[in-house]
């Protein structure tokens, strides 16, 4: 890929269908398995469009000639969310949307950026600590439910962000 095909630009409402895709097979790929059965059952198809029309105003999309192939999320000092579509994986938007978030983080006013990787997304793991984050270790992180959080077991992950 031509690294000028790339841009980055913050979500719209008519992007949610699009963030949604790529959220729902991305955290298939990455949570299947690596989750407590909790948390599967509260993650429907249709959760993921729900979410990604909520999270609009947090998101920031990559896209590649006009069409959505990525997208980060952040809330406060958290990387929340960090996904790429299957056809682009591998091609360096994801280190691109990275580097948005922690931007964000740092112009959120916060110098330390935070996010959470369960055990077994070992590619993600691995991607993280390319990129200059320390895991922290483990601990339990409360992702949201319709009903409260559930409980599910993950690394925190943390980077210095105060020159991003």
């Given at each position: 890929?031509?690294?000028?095909?790339?841009?980055?630009?913050?979500?719209?409402?008519?992007?949610?269908?699009?963030?949604?895709?790529?959220?729902?097979?991305?955290?298939?790929?990455?949570?299947?398995g690596n989750?407590?059965?909790?948390?599967?059952?509260?993650?429907?198809?249709?959760?993921?469009?729900?979410?990604?029309?909520?999270?609009?105003?947090?998101?920031?999309?990559a896209t590649?000639?006009?069409?959505?192939?990525?997208?980060?999320?952040?809330?406060?000092?958290?990387?929340d969310q960090?996904?790429?579509?299957?056809?682009?994986?591998?091609?360096?938007?994801?280190?691109?949307?990275?580097?948005?978030?922690?931007?964000?983080?740092?112009?959120?006013?916060?110098?330390?950026?935070?996010?959470?990787?369960?055990?077994?997304?070992?590619?993600?793991?691995?991607?993280?600590?390319?990129?200059?984050?320390?895991?922290?270790?483990?601990?339990?992180?409360?992702?949201?439910?319709?009903?409260?959080?559930?409980?599910?077991?993950?690394?925190?992950?943390?980077?210095?962000?105060?020159?991003?």
């Amino acid at each position: 890929m031509i690294d000028g095909d790339v841009a980055l630009r913050p979500a719209r409402p008519e992007d949610a269908t699009a963030i949604a895709d790529i959220w729902y097979a991305g955290w298939r790929d990455a949570h299947l398995g690596n989750v407590p059965d909790e948390l599967i059952a509260v993650r429907p198809r249709e959760s993921f469009d729900t979410r990604a029309a909520q999270r609009i105003p947090d998101t920031t999309v990559a896209t590649v000639r006009d069409v959505v192939a990525g997208f980060v999320m952040v809330l406060d000092d958290e990387v929340d969310q960090v996904y790429v579509s299957g056809d682009h994986r591998g091609s360096g938007i994801a280190v691109r949307l990275l580097g948005a978030a922690e931007q964000r983080v740092n112009a959120n006013g916060h110098d330390k950026a935070w996010l959470a990787v369960v055990p077994g997304n070992a590619r993600a793991r691995a991607f993280y600590a390319r990129n200059g984050w320390s895991d922290e270790g483990l601990f339990v992180h409360d992702a949201p439910g319709p009903a409260g959080p559930v409980d599910v077991p993950c690394h925190r992950y943390v980077k210095f962000v105060a020159d991003a």
